[in-house]
């Protein structure tokens, strides 16, 4: 059986990164981390400038703030390799997976 013979349900039990795909593409999933990137970019624009990678970080967060549903479909992808991940996940943890891949993302 090839790849191109799986389909999307067979694929979610035999690659678990296909169910992690799906779940970034989930509408309400990508609203928390939405809502969740901006709360943090905003933060880091607040930073001391002695913060490590201060400029790539506040550079990044001025791109979230601009084009937030942009940057949060590149975030979703990264916030769903983080931990276990689901759509149920709490909004504390999903944040700590956006802090932890924030410095990955800002270069």
């Given at each position: 059986?090839?790849?191109?013979?799986i389909?999307?349900?067979?694929?979610?039990?035999?690659?678990?990164s296909?169910?992690?795909?799906?779940?970034c593409?989930?509408?309400?999933?990508?609203?928390?981390?939405q809502?969740?990137?901006?709360?943090?970019?905003?933060?880091?624009?607040?930073?001391?400038?002695?913060?490590?990678?201060?400029?790539?970080?506040?550079?990044?967060?001025?791109?979230?703030?601009?084009?937030?549903?942009?940057?949060?479909?590149?975030?979703?992808?990264?916030?769903?390799?983080?931990?276990?991940?689901?759509?149920?996940?709490?909004?504390?943890?999903?944040?700590?997976a956006?802090?932890?891949?924030?410095?990955?993302?800002?270069?």
């Amino acid at each position: 059986m090839s790849t191109h013979d799986i389909n999307e349900q067979d694929a979610e039990g035999l690659f678990p990164s296909f169910g992690q795909f799906n779940i970034c593409k989930n509408t309400v999933f990508r609203r928390r981390v939405q809502v969740l990137l901006v709360k943090i970019a905003i933060a880091v624009m607040s930073e001391p400038n002695s913060t490590e990678n201060h400029n790539e970080r506040v550079n990044f967060a001025r791109k979230i703030l601009r084009k937030p549903a942009i940057e949060t479909a590149n975030v979703a992808v990264g916030v769903v390799t983080q931990v276990d991940i689901t759509c149920t996940t709490t909004d504390a943890v999903l944040a700590g997976a956006i802090e932890a891949i924030f410095n990955a993302y800002a270069g």
